[in-house]
């Protein structure tokens, strides 16, 4: 008797045999980059009605915002249920207005220590990016201004050159700690991968401008400076100067110029 075979996505399938084995075609199910709730509901069944074992492998993490389910999850900001992510609006109560943010064409205020302005669009600013995977930031420059070392922890991210000269590097991490760096130029396009410190610099002696996407509604961001200097409550000045080969008054020093900036 032959034995059924069952579909489980386009990527991988599995046949139960009557020796109670499974099989798996490809990398695997459970190794595969995503597995749907039905495939692993039927995974499950499967193994509670034979003599299978559920597979044994490496499990892999991949952080990625939810695909959406239906056309579109407008964020709901006044619900008081918490989830991983924004909850809907009633379908029925969304508005054009939900999809669309006005104003990315003006020049943010870049008169401050960096010299530089971010002016983000995520799922704060525009709620119908909800379950999008999608965001974008315009950065203006001053001359000379910089964006200074920061991470994305949700989100690569993609940089157009709109108008001047700016450097960009991005640091690999431990224990490489490699600098990849280039100029670009008006129209260049870089990327910056999802996770790693990196960095823009307008070359210039006139303002820049660049756009950036990124691949979540909420990539967020750690200003390396601001975190490790201006965190409240502040991070022991001996551990800092320990991991910064500095003296405890140099931490300080620094410390308190953050403090000021808050």
């Known amino acids: 008797m032959n034995s059924p075979v069952f579909s489980v996505s386009p990527e991988s399938n599995f046949r139960a045999r009557s020796s109670s084995r499974l099989f798996f075609s490809d990398v695997g199910l459970c190794c595969y980059r995503s597995l749907s709730s039905y495939a692993h509901d039927l995974l499950l069944r499967l193994t509670s009605i034979t003599d299978v074992q559920p597979p044994t492998c490496t499990s892999f993490a991949f952080a990625s915002d939810p695909s959406p389910l239906q056309d579109f ?23 054009a207005d939900d999809f669309l943010f006005r104003g990315l064409h003006l020049m943010g205020n870049t008169s401050n220590n960096v010299g530089s302005n971010v002016t983000l669009v995520n799922v704060e600013k525009l709620r119908g990016l909800n ?13 000379m201004g910089i964006n ?23 640091v690999t991490s431990n224990t ?19 996770g790693l410190i990196h960095f823009q610099k307008n070359l210039g002696n006139g303002y820049a401008l ?8 909420n990539p967020g961001v750690i200003t390396i400076a ?17 991991a910064f080969q500095t003296d405890i008054s140099v931490v300080s020093q620094i ?6 900036l808050m």
């Open 210 to 217: 660049a756009l950036a996407a990124l691949s979540s509604q």
């Open 148 to 170: 200074p070392p920061h991470t994305h922890p949700r989100a690569t991210e993609i940089l157009t050159v709109i108008e001047g000269t700016i450097l960009v590097g991005f």
């Open 226 to 242: 601001n975190a490790v200097f201006g965190s409240n409550p502040n991070i022991a000045a001996d551990i800092l100067a320990k």
């Open 73 to 95: 999850c407008v964020a709901d900001p006044e619900s008081p249920v918490l989830v991983n992510g924004v909850v809907c609006k009633d379908p029925k109560v969304v508005q």
């Open 255 to 260: 410390q308190s110029k953050f403090k000021t």
């Open 131 to 143: 379950t999008f995977d999608i965001s974008m930031a315009r950065i203006d420059f001053a001359p």
């Open 176 to 194: 490489e700690n490699r600098l990849i760096t280039k100029v670009l130029e008006k129209g260049d396009v870089f990327v910056f991968p999802e």
